[in-house]
């Protein structure tokens, strides 16, 4: 059974007021390596895998996709999704990824920014998604990076000053992690960066780009609240083409 944190009403209240929930994507500050990657999303039909607040799916319609399907587990998000949303070519559901079947070759592009790595099966969606996308076609996303995933036990990675200390511990154990964010205990699943390329690889994926990202000098004269993110990569970005 899948976690939906984002029911949790102490949790979504915390989430809705980050930068990237108010913003959307320009209050991400990933958000511009990713759109480097993207392809021409024109008559592209397209599906967002743990959409949120639709952001992204209202972006790509913006830029010509022909239609989008939002993905998501929480009834929260899927809500807000809908209620911002005035497009008749979009298409928000309530939806499991350890278990959604995606039809076969019906997708031109597959995205998802930051969702994937609460998902267990991992190799099984990656599967779907694979068989859903028409030759040639693009699986862009954005996960949480391996480095900045929780310790295994609450305080393995927390110096006497409290502060988290860097990197992980136990890299190569892979499996549950639980971490204190908005709430405590929220769960998200570890894997080694090989386990995720190699997953790709093995669903028959050709891996063409993986961005462990940072911010630009640019944007952190503009936001020096991301120095943290120069000391180890909180976000891993791949591109990956079937
Ligand atoms: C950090 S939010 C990102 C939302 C959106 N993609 C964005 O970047 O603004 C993670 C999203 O993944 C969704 N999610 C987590 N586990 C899921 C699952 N098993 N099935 C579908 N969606 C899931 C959450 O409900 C949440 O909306």
Redesign the pocket.
Known sequence: M??????NPEFFTG?SQLA??VH?LEG?PEWPSIRALLPDLREKRVV??????G??ARWAREHGAACVLG????EN?IARAKASTNDDDIRYAI????K?ELPEASFDFAY????LH??EDFARLVRSVHRSLVPGACFIF?IEHPIYMAPTQPGWSVGNDGRRTWPVNRYAVEGPRRTDWFVKGVLKQHRTIGTTLNTLIDAGFLVRHVEEWAPTAEQLAAQPDLADEVERPMMLIVSAQR
């Open positions: 899948a976690q939906n944190i984002y029911d989430y990237r929930s959307g991400a967002d895998l743990g959409c949120g607040f952001w992204f993905l998501d587990v929480s998000m939806a499991d990824l350890e959604i998802s920014s930051l969702a609460y998902i954005s």
